[in-house]
């Protein structure tokens, strides 16, 4: 059978944007003669649509795309279409709603597999919203038979993983009916997986791994579409692939952008795309999150504050990229604590990026605050609270910028001073996404090299200068902050791992009162991050809707 894997990027919601694309893949894949198209999980209404699905109105436009994509179908030579939507459900009882793989041929539904694994963990909540299958069936497409599924799924081999998450496992128990098929339909095995499956670390090679042992286990090749963009904070890699009886990769379609993937399971090509290194994978997410939110969110400019450091550069690069140095502005807001290179480092980053950049001082403006502020504060020492005026100023600045040009902020915050509540609320962490908040700053440097891997685009001295919030004279994290080469594998193994204290002490040689003293702000910071803005995705675990943990409580 010769199938495109139409790996295509959705909208959540806009259904006419997404009957467009779908009809233009259809259109793409049938001139080169294939018989099935396959779309991803939920490619009508794009995933996640989360409580949307509890509009009537949604579920009705989804199932009035599905028919118009099966319309597609219809006319001599016209490919089979697999496509993933909702449909309501036809008991009484349960969910009203269903996440499904239609096969649509000859203008038709002519098939409906509905997914049975329902993830219910991390950033997966789709319990709360669809009745799960309780029966799996083998589908006839252009006379053969194939085993038909929806991305989790596939996901539950216990031949696999260390422990299984369902007690049942679909594949399974279609490969058991393939045993029993007539002569004319078994022939050679043939699974179709279609996908939502949002990037972290080291997601492509496992899913590479995995998928390649299901199809080794049951001796067939098994074809995999998955979504790419981004949808707020998740990010979907797209990597769709094909993998044979053996386990070996066949064909696979790019990472991070739309592609038409045209495979012959009878006669096979290798057409593999090598996996990149987990820093360029990484770069890649963030800079398609970055362009997927503001696009798909209806902008096209983005704010930068460029203090002079590294992260803030890390994030100006990333919005060039995904956005164009045209639609990047950088701002530059020094206080009397910024030293001179910071300013000049900020100027030369942006001079190197080709973007706007302007300087908006604030000492004169903090001068007024603390002038305001000086009766309430008499005879207290400086302390966090004047340091926290600048940068709520800079915020304050910032918006306003955003109110009068229409241009998303940036935050420019990671995850090391996001664990340890190292930011200020209503300062620095002002802004509609917060770009490298799942980033670690050791991360951030290595970031920062693979941007100057082939001209110096980050200045130099950015990236060996001691890290400093420039704050007060002579500030530098360390002062609140163990070193991050220190501290970030701490925060990696409690926040990713669940590690205990003493074990993160024992495993990684340091004193156990630092790593309780760690993992301490790290919990007395949850109100920060609850209030922060949108994180992309790109650990196992970020910040945001997949960890969900109350602000008052004793821990």
């Known amino acids: 059978m010769r199938i495109a894997l139409a790996q295509i990027n959705p909208t959540v919601g806009d259904f006419a944007g997404n009957l467009a694309l779908i009809s233009s893949f259809v259109e793409r894949a049938a001139a080169q003669g294939v018989d099935l198209v396959m779309f991803p999980e939920l490619a009508t209404c794009g995933y996640p649509p989360a409580d949307l699905l509890e509009k009537e109105s949604f579920i009705k436009q989804a199932e009035e795309t599905l028919a118009a994509v099966a319309a597609l179908t219809r006319g001599v030579r016209r490919p089979a279409i697999l496509c993933g939507s909702v449909m309501r459900c036809e008991a009484v009882r349960g969910k009203h709603v269903r996440n499904v793989a239609a096969m649509l041929v000859d203008g038709e539904v002519q098939s409906v597999q509905q997914k049975m694994l329902l993830p219910f963990y991390d950033v997966f909540d789709e319990q709360r919203y669809f009745e799960p299958a309780t029966e799996q069936s083998l589908c006839v497409v252009k006379g053969r038979a194939v085993a038909v599924t929806i991305c989790e799924d596939a996901w539950n081999d216990k031949m696999f993983w260390p422990r299984q998450m369902y007690p049942v496992d679909p594949i399974e128990e279609l490969m058991r009916q393939w045993s029993i098929l007539p002569q004319p339909l078994s022939g050679h095995r043939l699974i179709l997986n279609i996908s939502a499956s949002p990037y972290w670390h080291d997601k492509v090679e496992v899913r590479q791994k995995m998928l390649g042992a299901l199809a080794q286990r049951h001796n067939a090749t098994l074809v995999m579409v998955n979504q790419v963009g981004a949808n707020d904070s ?41 996996v990149e290194d987990e820093i360029a994978l990484t770069w890649q997410a963030l800079v398609l999150g970055t362009r997927d939110y503001v696009r ?260």
């Open 234 to 274: 998740l990010v979907f890699d797209g990597s769709s692939l094909a993998v044979g009886p053996d386990g070996a990769v066949l064909a696979q379609a790019r990472s991070f952008a739309e592609d038409l993937l045209v495979i012959d399971t009878e006669a096979p090509a290798k057409s593999v795309v090598a």
């Open 296 to 555: 798909k969110c209806g902008f096209k400019k983005a704010l930068v504050g460029l203090s002079g450091g590294i992260d803030s550069a890390l994030v100006a690069a990333i919005a060039v990229e995904a956005l164009g140095a045209e639609n990047v502005q950088g701002v530059g807001m020094p206080s009397e604590f910024s030293s001179t290179g910071s300013v000049s480092d900020a100027e030369m980053l942006a001079k190197n990026l080709g973007i706007a950049f302007s300087i908006l001082p604030i000492r004169e403006i903090y001068t007024q605050f603390t002038g305001v502020l000086a009766p309430a504060f008499e005879g207290t020492p400086f302390g966090l609270a004047e340091e926290n005026l600048q940068p709520r100023i800079r915020g304050s600045l910032l918006m306003a910028l955003s109110n009068k040009t229409g241009a998303l902020v940036l935050t420019t915050g990671n995850k090391s001073e996001m664990a340890c509540g190292y930011c200020t609320l209503y300062g620095d962490m002002v802004g509609a996404l917060a770009v490298i908040a799942d980033v670690y700053k050791t991360e951030v440097y290595d970031l920062s090299r693979y941007v100057n891997r082939e001209r110096e685009v980050i200045p130099s001295d950015t990236l060996t200068k001691p890290p400093s919030a420039e704050l007060r004279p002579g500030q530098k994290d360390t002062d609140s902050l163990p070193p991050y080469e220190v501290l970030d594998p701490i925060l990696r193994a409690y926040i990713e791992e669940y590690v205990p204290a003493e074990e993160i002490a024992e495993s990684q040689d340091v004193e156990l009162e630092l790593v309780r003293k760690v993992i301490r702000l790290v919990e007395i910071s949850e109100y920060k991050r609850q209030q922060a803005a949108p994180v992309l995705k790109v650990s196992r675990k970020s910040f945001g809707m997949g960890r969900r943990f109350p602000i008052a409580a004793r821990r």
